[in-house]
């Protein structure tokens, strides 16, 4: 069975960081796309980052470009999100996903992590 695990949450000031961390098991990660979404109380769940299987190719939401980068270590089966300047409005819990490729369509997923909040302080 597969599973992935989101850490890395917690409250945080405006312009500060926080790494998310993913770890798959029941699965070889290096097979899998992965994907980070995130949802706000009361709003639709969104496209944050994606990387491919590889981790050549990623892609990212207009919001977070140029704050968040996404990675990958296949040896570690994990994913990480490494989130900069952060805003009020990041403030939210954010999933972790696996697809078989990169998409930043949250139907195109497969597996999903429990989520993990982040809430960012004015």
């Known amino acids: 069975q597969v599973q992935l695990v989101e850490s890395g949450g917690g409250l945080v000031q405006a312009g500060g960081s926080l790494r998310l961390s993913c770890v798959v098991s029941?699965?070889?990660?290096?097979?899998?796309?992965m994907g980070w979404f995130r949802q706000a109380p009361g709003k639709e769940r969104i496209f944050v980052a994606t990387?491919?299987?590889?981790?050549?190719?990623?892609n990212y939401a207009d919001s977070v470009k140029g704050r968040f980068s996404i990675s990958r270590d296949n040896t570690k089966n994990t994913v990480y999100l490494q989130m900069n300047s952060l805003k009020p409005e990041d403030t939210a819990v954010y999933f972790c996903?696996?697809?078989?490729?990169?998409?930043?369509?949250?139907?195109?997923?497969?597996?999903w992590g429990q989520g993990t909040q982040v809430t960012v302080s004015s």
């Open positions: 996903a696996a697809a078989r490729v990169a998409s930043m369509k949250d139907y195109n997923y497969d597996y």
């Open positions: 990387i491919t299987y590889n981790g050549a190719l990623t």
């Open positions: 029941g699965r070889t990660l290096s097979s899998a796309a």
